[in-house]
C-alpha cells in the first residue's frame, strides 16, 4: 500500500513556475514508477510525465521543454518542476505510483487527493 500526498500547488501568472513535491508513504517507494496526471474542469484526467524507478523519463508534448520530473528515493519524494506556465496549465494535479506499461489512467495504482494549480493571464 502506497499513500501519496501533493502539495506545492497555487495561483501564478502567465510564464511563472511552481514546484509540486508529491511525498509517499511506504518502504517499497523506489520499486515504483512515479507519475503526475492531472484534471481541468469539465475535461479528462489527462498523462502529463512519468519517472521510472531508474530514473527514465517520458512526457507529453504539451509540457515538453517547460516541465521536468525528478524523485528522491531517500526522502520517498517525487517532484513535478512547472516553468512557463500557461493559463492551459490550469488543473488540479495529482500523483500516481503504479507499475503501468503505458501512460493511462487505469494503468496506475495509487493516486493522491491532487492540489490545485491555477494560472492567470
Not at 15 to 37: E, K, V
Not at 43 to 48: A, G, M, Q, Y
Not at 72 to 89: C, F, G, I, R, W
Amino acid at each position: 500500500q502506497v499513500q501519496l500526498v501533493e502539495s506545492g500547488g497555487g495561483l501564478v501568472q502567465t510564464g511563472g513556475s511552481l514546484r509540486l513535491p508529491c511525498a509517499a508513504s511506504g518502504r517499497t517507494f523506489s520499486s515504483y514508477r512515479m507519475g503526475w496526471f492531472r484534471q481541468a474542469p469539465g475535461k479528462e484526467r489527462e498523462f502529463v510525465e512519468t519517472i521510472s524507478r531508474y530514473g527514465s523519463t517520458y512526457y507529453a508534448d504539451s509540457v515538453k521543454g517547460r516541465f521536468t520530473i525528478s524523485r528522491d528515493n531517500a526522502k520517498n519524494t517525487v517532484y513535478l518542476q512547472m516553468n512557463s506556465l500557461k493559463p492551459e496549465d490550469t488543473a488540479v494535479y495529482y500523483c500516481t505510483a503504479g507499475h503501468p506499461r503505458g501512460h493511462t489512467v487505469g494503468e496506475y495504482d495509487y493516486w493522491g487527493l491532487g492540489t490545485q494549480v491555477t494560472v492567470s493571464s
